[in-house]
């Protein structure tokens, strides 16, 4: 029978219904991207300001399952307060957790640990990185 | 019919678990279609046409005879059926040939909300191109077209009228007996989009009077890679190609050149050669298993299923009164995507999403949807299954807290 | 490289009196590259990118990771590669798209009478429509492109080069490395058709610097329906769709849509999914292979046949020059539909025609010609086969009075 | 080995060399049918002149192969004389002849019994039949 108890972790559902960090902010210090994936409809939106090297604030805002939605939250509480160095080791660490990659055990992923099983299920991989993809490319940006 | 016995066909059910519902996408291919791709690669698999030896003669027959049997199962004639890419590609043609030859500024082309993107975008590109009006027929309460309102908008600067035999959505079978001649009284030319037609039941293009039909191999128990223009031969005559190329020419010149006659005109390049050859095998397996056999069976199956899902409390049923096999849904308060991942675990196969027809997901006014769509290998052991995931994923997603 | 081992990789070699001499319009394909072929069907022949569940999604990364597989081996970006019909079809797609868009009346567009139709005729139709002028590169007295006579026609107003990496009826390779850098001088674009280069040599986009380049799948142990169009990234971004539909799109509304980014807005429908990943499996069957050995090994082959033609007396080379394994020649006093009949009787299969080049074949002051053209699989032995069945044919049309 | 001497017999060698009828005329009373077969580049023009429910005359022009000048040459010379009735059922009889049908063998196809061989060659019957095809569009339009 079905596994379905691996994907949906009480913190992604708490997440879910409860979303930290939502909603855009229009503010120049912001840097935005946005990511859809068409199979699906998920499209979420997502801002970061950085500042002296520290992520200083992230928001998000969009539409999509529980897994993409949830997963931006997690991320904005996981990553806010990082330095953008200790944010990118946990983006690649958990990247590479999602799609079964060898990863840094010892990187401390916080809440974002409860994806684990996401790994478990490759067709929903996309749902839980398309947040942390669009966290990514707004960092290039602050560049 | 035995759909059981049918299940044996494919093998893809060596996985004895396998509940594929997604056959409106794509439909599983039997054994004798990949076979007859095969004999094609593994004797015969040289080009066609342009060989004068034996084995090309072989293939150029093979490829001819596949036409003539695709002809012959819509009763088109045998120049009045192209091969394509698929039936996007089709309704492609039809678009950049006959309409941007045709439709002027001012004119009229009826769309609709149900339209798949293959049909719709061309024809909005057409509107674009030549300031021509882009018209919907408003649907019913259901999602429906009917004559009725097709004839709201049908007026005297209406050149095109691009629709659906069955939408792949919602499953309704649109009244085309109607629409056809009425369209036709005001001389506007009427391009179907069958590609969730002719899987399902027979099409007659003569007596339907449809001025282009066009269907999709992979979606009728053919492989990927093929699928079929049906045009009335006055209307291919006088077309133009859309590509150039070889085997579509006559005479060149540096200059000038002289296109062949349809088909060929429209069949530039080496054709998908094993893919139309394997399609003919794929319509003799409908055709022998028989369309009434095969609309009998999926009415069965869809009937039960939604009796069963209306007693299932939490699932929005969209289109209760379908008849075709096309069942459009959701769990309240559960995203489609989730949904499906739940599914998927009990080797449940269905599509979650729009369904390449945006419009209508945002007519129903939700993000997307749940479909499954039965075909002539689902048993009721599959609607069982199903409904039994069903049940189980309304109590999981309220247990997690959705 | 022992084609006597490779023969034994084709099942339509269990003939064992089959001498395939007509690679250059399509070639046989290997059990492996069938064998994946029949996999998608039998195991998960399902549509990719819409579904979510298992089957598609193995099917998507299958589809996506023949893609890469494809890019890497011609050293490009993954979004750089476009999945098309064929060759045809992908040259088309650049004179639709680009083409259409770029080229303006006074305009000129370089091509030659060696192109294959299907790269000259979308150029003539971009010519027509737009008032551009077709300026012809004149062929040496052997029949080639070179560098200087390409500069003769090169000017300032040449916004697009429409040229073949090799002929497919003399088999000369095109000084690209030399004429590409001076199209750019001038700003022009280069589309270059690599349907008779990639199958025997590697070609590598980056280095040749190629704006775009097209092939086909079924001249490179591949399947029919599936070819492939490289674009730079740049050139892509900027470039229309051509075809509108499913799968091409990110969103749509009533009047308005946005298509997404390259490849995916120039694949619109359903994919040819079996046959893309088939091609894949070619790929690596050529790279396991290696180019240097196929090479060498149909230049030998080559070489020995002219070698032992020319001792013929009767026979017509018309490329003995030629660098890759393409012979083209006659039978003096022979049509050759007559003669290319008796070489079948031998089991042999050639070409006679104009392969889809008249006016090479005009140029060449005949109605027709023959042409063999060796692979991987083909042997000494076939050479020798061929050889004594031209000496029998040369006999045997003289003695009935040709 | 190869049977290519049932393909050449001396009739369709001799009308090869020596074509008869062979020029088109530019005379109203005929009519004119154009056949090409873009494979191999055989290309014919086919004239015939029917009067009083008799064929008067055939003429042929074009390029092709020796099966397909060598036809028109005697397809000309077996026609012509013959009323439309019998020249339909002798073009009947060499149609079904060529592509293995049944015929009838009473009708005389005098020389153009020479083609039998035609139909052991199937990529070759074309060839055959383009003259006579077109021959056969001509007296349609005399209809
Ligand atoms: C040089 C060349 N270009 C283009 C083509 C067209 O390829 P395809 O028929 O696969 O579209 C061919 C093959 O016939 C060719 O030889
Ligand atoms: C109604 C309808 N039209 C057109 C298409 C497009 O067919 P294809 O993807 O085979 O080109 C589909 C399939 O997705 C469809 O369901």
Redesign the interface.
């Known amino acids: 029978?079905?596994?379905?108890?691996n994907?949906?972790r009480?913190v992604i559902?708490d997440h879910y219904?409860n979303p930290r960090h939502k909603g855009l902010v229009n503010d120049e210090h912001y840097h935005t991207s946005h990511i859809?994936n068409?199979?699906?409809?998920?499209d979420i939106t997502i801002q970061s300001r950085v500042e002296d090297g520290i992520v200083k604030d992230i928001r998000h805002e969009g539409?999509?399952?529980?897994?993409?939605c949830s997963s931006a939250s997690v991320m904005s509480e996981v990553l806010v307060g990082k330095t953008v160095e200790e944010a990118e080791k946990i983006l690649e660490t958990y990247l590479n957790m999602l799609t079964n990659k060898e990863y840094d055990e010892e990187v401390e992923l916080e809440d974002a640990i409860a994806y684990q099983g996401v790994s478990k299920?490759?067709?929903?991989i996309k749902?839980a990185s398309i947040a942390w993809k669009a966290f990514e490319d707004t960092l290039k940006e602050s560049e | 019919m035995d759909a059981n016995r049918i299940k044996q066909d494919f093998q893809v059910y060596e996985d004895k678990t396998l509940c594929y519902l997604d056959s409106a996408a794509s439909s599983l291919k039997p054994d004798r279609v990949i076979n007859v791709l095969d004999e094609y690669y593994k004797k015969y698999g040289v080009n066609v046409h342009r060989g004068v030896y034996n084995l090309s003669y072989i293939a150029t027959e093979k490829y001819e005879s596949s036409r003539q049997t695709i002809a012959d199962f819509i009763n088109a004639d045998f120049d009045e059926v192209i091969f394509t890419r698929g039936a996007s590609n089709a309704l492609n043609v039809v678009a950049l040939s006959y309409g941007m030859a045709h439709v002027n500024e001012g004119d009229e082309i009826i769309v609709n909300e149900l339209e798949h993107h293959s049909q719709l975008l061309p024809w909005q590109q057409v509107a674009k191109a030549k300031k021509a009006k882009l018209v919907y027929i408003p649907l019913t309460i259901e999602g429906r077209i009917t004559t009725e309102n097709f004839q709201k908008v049908l007026t005297n600067k209406t050149k095109v009228v691009a629709i659906n035999h069955t939408s792949n959505v919602m499953g309704y079978i649109t009244p085309l007996e109607e629409i056809i001649p009425l369209a036709h009284e005001v001389g506007a030319v009427v391009s179907v989009d069958a590609a969730q037609g002719v899987p399902h039941q027979k099409i007659d293009v003569k007596s339907l009077d449809a001025d282009f039909l066009a269907f999709s191999g992979h979606k009728m128990l053919g492989p990927t890679g093929i699928g079929v223009l049906y045009g009335k031969e006055a209307l291919l005559k006088e077309m133009s190609p859309v590509e150039y190329g070889g085997d579509m020419i006559d005479s060149v010149e540096k200059y000038e050149s002289v296109a062949k006659d349809a088909p060929y005109k429209f069949e530039t390049g080496t054709p998908p050669i094993g893919e139309a050859i394997a399609l003919g095998e794929a319509v003799r397996y409908i055709e022998e298993l028989g369309y009434e056999n095969i609309r009998e069976h999926e009415q069965a199956l869809k009937e039960y299923t939604i009796k069963e899902m209306q007693k299932i409390e939490g699932v929005t049923i969209y289109n209760p009164t379908v008849e075709t096999g096309i069942i459009a849904f959701n769990i309240d308060g559960v995203h489609p995507h989730d949904a499906v991942t739940y599914f998927d675990g009990d080797n449940i196969c269905m599509r979650a999403g729009h369904h390449c027809a945006q419009l209508v997901t945002r007519w129903l006014n939700v993000v997307a949807t749940l479909r499954i769509s039965y075909y002539v290998y689902n048993t009721f052991e599959d609607a069982d299954q199903f409904l039994t995931s069903l049940k189980g994923a309304v109590a999981f997603f309220k247990s997690v807290g959705f």
Do not use: V
Not at chain 1, 1 to 5: K, Y
Not at chain 1, 121 to 124: D, G, K, S, T
């Open positions: 029978m079905n596994n379905m108890e994907l949906y009480q559902m219904k859809k068409p199979t699906c409809g998920d539409t999509g399952c529980s897994i993409c299920f490759p067709a929903r749902c």
